[in-house]
Nanobody
Framework: QVQLVESGGGLVQAGGSLRLSCAASGLTSGRTFINSAMAWFRQAPGKAREFVAA????????YYGDSVKGRFSISRDNAKNTVSLQMNSLKPEDTALYYC????????????????WGQGTQVTVSS
């Protein structure tokens, strides 16, 4: 059974930082964590789920949504089967439920490309 479990959300003031983590388990033969592209998406109330960042399994190449470029950084630890999202210079508009998804079977930017999702972790940025 594949599980993605997010953690690290919370309440922070504008300009602050948070680090989210996603622990993956159950990815077995043919689709292990080490050969899985992983991503973070977010969803604010009343809005569609939005691409935030992704990291490939080959070379750890990273991809970011325009609204977070230069402020957020995605990384992975293949030894621990975790993917993290470092969020700096947070803004009130970053407030959302943040989801970890993977593995990707298509475009990293598209929600439907991801096989599994976690339950999400809430990030709230106060002004």
């Amino acid at each position: 059974q594949v599980q993605l479990v997010e953690s690290g959300g919370g309440l922070v003031q504008a300009g602050g930082s948070l680090r989210l983590s996603c622990a993956a388990s159950g990815l077995t033969s043919g689709r292990t964590f080490i050969n899985s592209a992983m991503a973070w998406f977010r969803q604010a109330p009343g809005k569609a789920r939005e691409f935030v960042a992704a990291i490939s399994w080959i070379g750890g190449r990273t991809y970011y949504g325009d609204s977070v470029k230069g402020r957020f950084s995605i990384s992975r630890d293949n030894a621990k089967n975790t993917v993290s999202l470092q969020m700096n210079s947070l803004k009130p508009e970053d407030t959302a439920l943040y989801y970890c998804g993977g593995p990707a079977r298509g475009s990293y930017y598209v929600e439907s490309s991801y096989e599994y999702w976690g339950q999400g972790t809430q990030v709230t940025v106060s002004s």
